[in-house]
């Protein structure tokens, strides 16, 4: 996967998701900082040669994508040696209308004439159809609107589905991956895609520095072993296996360590015990790929671990 200048995508990459703000636009806003400090955190980070994001309209009711283009523009950086992906998520838009608007709305405040992707989710597909979202994204790639289309939060069937509609015109599934929810994991969703030749790009890997809080065992063990800290060793195994995990961060320091959590290497035999640890006593629920109602959503299941793991 590689940027219009044929750029290779880094290891890490961006999480827009928090910046001006968490919350999509059914939800009021928190943990508010000041623009300046997003801006400065997204500066940095863009300077230090981090080459991809995934960003939303619904991020931050619009923050996110707003204060992103304001910090590539005072980075420097060019346009072309970024790789961005313009995610459309079912509950930021109720009508296929929306939709449309917020595809134009994309072009428009990143003032550019392409997305490098364009990301579905599978709730979205099956709240719209595929007779409406399919064409449209075809769309869009015919008119060159954007380069690839991805995925997130889906099924292997689903991706597979999906690989059969697109092509190599697919580029990426974005899932869930860290120390603790491995459903996505076990449901073969990552064989998936490496067999399919779609790069896995990771969501909420640090699961937002709640499993280094919880210093579990052989995180402690690993991360005094090789002098690194718990998160590094996380971010460390998700590379790897050469998947993407994308972090938000508004900390220099924190940056840095993200940053530098790739440039060591573990034992195969420590990546095998991280690989196969599975947290003891927990039972969530299963997933539901497509609000069947049955089961929860990836996204919740990764919000509400602390509470399943509490439960059992
Ligand atoms: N496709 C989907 O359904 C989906 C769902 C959720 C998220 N996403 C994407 O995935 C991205 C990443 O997920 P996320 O932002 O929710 O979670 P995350 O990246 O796991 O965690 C971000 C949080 O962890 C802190 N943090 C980052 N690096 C740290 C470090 N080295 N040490 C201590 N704390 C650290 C940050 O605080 P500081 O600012 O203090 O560093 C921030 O509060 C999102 O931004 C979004 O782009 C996609």
């Known amino acids: 996967m590689h940027t219009e200048s044929e750029r290779n995508i880094t290891k890490i990459g961006i999480g827009s998701y928090g910046i001006g703000g968490r919350g999509h636009k059914d939800v009021e806003l928190t943990e508010l900082q000041e623009d300046q400090v997003y801006v400065d955190s997204l500066v940095y980070t863009l300077q230090k040669g981090v080459n991809f994001t995934e960003i939303s309209l619904g991020y931050g009711h619009g923050n996110a994508m707003r204060l992103f283009k304001v910090a590539l523009d005072a980075s420097g950086v060019a346009r ?83 690989h059969t509609e697109f092509g190599d015109k697919f580029i990426a599934h974005e899932g869930h991956l860290s120390f603790e929810v491995r459903a996505l994991q076990d449901k073969g969703v990552f064989e998936t895609c490496d067999e399919l030749g779609v790069t896995n790009i990771i969501w909420r890997p640090l699961r937002r520095n709640m499993t280094s809080g919880l210093s579990w065992p052989l995180l402690a063990e690993l991360a005094d072993r090789y002098g690194k800290s718990q998160n590094q060793i996380v971010l460390n195994w998700i590379t790897h296996f050469g998947y993407h995990p994308m972090v938000m961060s508004t900390s220099k320091e924190h940056i840095d360590e993200n940053i530098a959590s790739t440039e060591f290497q573990m034992s195969n035999e420590d990546y095998r015990r991280l690989n196969e640890f599975r947290p003891p006593n927990y039972n969530p629920p299963e997933v539901d790929w497509d609000k069947s109602g049955k089961g929860d959503s990836i996204v919740v299941l990764v919000t509400d671990f602390e509470k399943h793991i509490a439960k059992s």
């Open 80 to 162: 072309k040696d970024l790789f961005i992906t313009n995610s459309l998520y079912p509950r930021d838009l109720p009508n296929f209308d929306e939709v449309k608007e917020d595809i134009t709305g994309f072009y428009r405040v990143m003032e550019t004439d392409y997305a490098d992707s364009t990301l579905v989710t599978q709730s979205l597909v099956s709240k719209f159809g595929e007779a409406e979202v399919y064409p449209f994204l075809h769309q869009l790639l015919e008119t060159g609107k954007t380069k690839y289309v991805s995925l997130s939060n889906a099924s292997p069937d689903f991706i597979r589905a999906f």
